[in-house]
């Protein structure tokens, strides 16, 4: 089962949670991050850091994926719809997927976020 590590505290990441159970056939077990360093997170070598400033994938075989190429690992295979696939296939996606990502998770507080930690 694979473990996807995520800000707790943002109301946009909780969604984002939702909307993964929804629209693809991933079986992972979310983990949400609210304060302190967690065993789990020490486990794989990441920090409260990186989980508030990106989504982390830890796959089936232990792979680690963060942020937009999380999604990306996410939609390519295990997406319920062809046109995730294919737009995730697509290059130009390597290209602007990475620039998205960061400006929309840097700007969580501007998208409805009501966490101060939205505030990156």
């Known amino acids: ?3 996807i590590f995520y800000d707790g505290n943002c109301k946009i990441c909780n969604s984002t949670i939702f ?17 302190g ?5 020490t486990t794989f070598n990441l ?7 990106s989504m982390w994938l830890i796959s089936d075989s232990g792979e680690k994926y963060s942020g937009y190429y999380a999604f990306k ?9 062809f046109w995730y696939k294919f ?8 290209i602007l997927g990475p620039k998205v990502y960061k400006i929309f998770s840097r ?4 998208f409805g976020c009501q ?6």
């Open 19 to 35: 909307f993964l159970k929804k629209k693809t056939s991933l079986d992972f077990k979310p983990e949400p991050v609210f304060g």
């Open 1 to 3: 089962m694979s473990i």
């Open 87 to 94: 737009i995730f296939k697509l290059k130009i996606s390597d």
């Open 37 to 41: 360093q967690s065993n789990l997170l």
């Open 115 to 120: 966490s101060n930690i939205c505030s990156i």
């Open 107 to 110: 700007n969580r507080k501007h």
């Open 47 to 53: 920090t409260n850091f990186d989980v508030l400033h």
């Open 73 to 81: 690992y996410i939609f390519i295979n295990y997406s319920k719809s």
